[in-house]
């Protein structure tokens, strides 16, 4: 398993989901898709709460290494996509 860490903020710009009114409801739907993709034994997520200057939520997905190469390999494609 190789663990990868993606923020609250990066999810929400990367998604297209819309932004609820409160962030904590963004977080809860979160927490939900990813419960989803633990009960389907995709990955197992866990989450932080870092306060700094602003709260920031983190998760960290432990992922099956075979699976995680080949989703990096297809969002590097898809960036490289809206690059051109």
């Known amino acids: 398993m190789n663990p990868y860490t993606i923020k609250l903020s990066t999810i ?3 998604s ?4 609820a009114k409160e962030n904590y ?3 809860r739907r979160i927490d939900e898709a990813l419960d989803e993709l633990k009960e ?3 990955c197992c ?6 306060y700094v200057e602003s709260v920031i939520v983190l ?16 969002l590097s ?5 809206r690059k051109s």
């Open 77 to 81: 494609g898809r960036i490289a996509g």
């Open 12 to 14: 929400m710009r990367d």
């Open 25 to 27: 409801e963004n977080v």
């Open 45 to 50: 997520p866990s989450r932080r709460i870092l």
């Open 40 to 42: 389907k034994k995709f």
């Open 59 to 74: 998760w960290t997905l432990s992922i099956p290494c075979f699976l995680l190469s080949n989703l990096l390999e297809r």
């Open 16 to 19: 297209g989901t819309l932004e």
